[in-house]
C-alpha cells in the first residue's frame, strides 16, 4: 500500500513544483519550454508506468482471492454445524421448483410451490453416494470461474438426474395406479 502511495505521491509533487514555479517567477511561466516539470508536454508513457499499472492490477487480483478464501472457510465452518442442507434445486415455473435436501443422513426430494411436498425419498446407498460427490464443497477460486464459462453445460447435471428420478416416479405412479384399478375391478365383481 505504501509503495502505491510513493508512486502517486511523486505525481502530485510534481504538479505542487510546477505551481509553485509558477507563483514565484509569473513572467517565465507561459514560456512552456523553459518550465522544470513541465506535464504539458510530458504525455509519453514509460515500460515503468506500465509495470505500476501491472502491479496494481496484480494487488487487487491478490486481494479478491485473499476475501474469497476468507468467505470460504468461514462458509464451510458455518455449513457444517447445520442439520438440514440444501443441496440444490432448479425452477420449474411459477413459483415452483424441486430441491434436494439433506436432513443428517437422508436425502430428500422435495416439490415447492403453494405447498411442499416429499416426491421421494433417497434410499439407495449409491444414489446417495452419487447425489453426495456431485454437491460437495468445492473451494471458492478463480479456476472454478473460469471452468464455470469454457465447460458445456448439460453434461452430467443436476437437470438430467432429476429428470431419471422424475421418471422412475412416473413409472412407479402409472404401476400404482394399475394395481389400484385391478383392485377396484376385482372388489366390484
Known sequence: MMALVAIWGHTALAVEDSTKFCIE????????????????????VTFMDYVKMVGALLFVIALIYGLLKFINQKGKSYQQSKLIHN????????????????????????????????????????????ILSFYEDK???????????TTPKGTGSFQ???????????????TMLGEWKKKRDQSDE
Open 25 to 44: 517567477n509569473p513572467d517565465k511561466c507561459n514560456q512552456t519550454d523553459e518550465t522544470p516539470g513541465n506535464l504539458a508536454g510530458d504525455t509519453s
Open 139 to 149: 473451494p471458492v477460486s478463480p479456476a472454478n470461474w473460469v471452468s464455470k464459462f
Open 87 to 130: 443441496l440444490g434445486g432448479t425452477t420449474l415455473g411459477g413459483n415452483r421448483s424441486v430441491q434436494l435436501i439433506k436432513v443428517g443422513d437422508e436425502i430428500l426430494v422435495v416439490g415447492v410451490g403453494e405447498n411442499i411436498q416429499l416426491l421421494k425419498e433417497v434410499e439407495d446407498p449409491s444414489q446417495k453416494e452419487k
Open 160 to 174: 438430467a438426474h432429476l429428470k431419471e428420478q422424475l421418471e422412475e416416479m412416473k413409472r412407479g405412479r402409472k
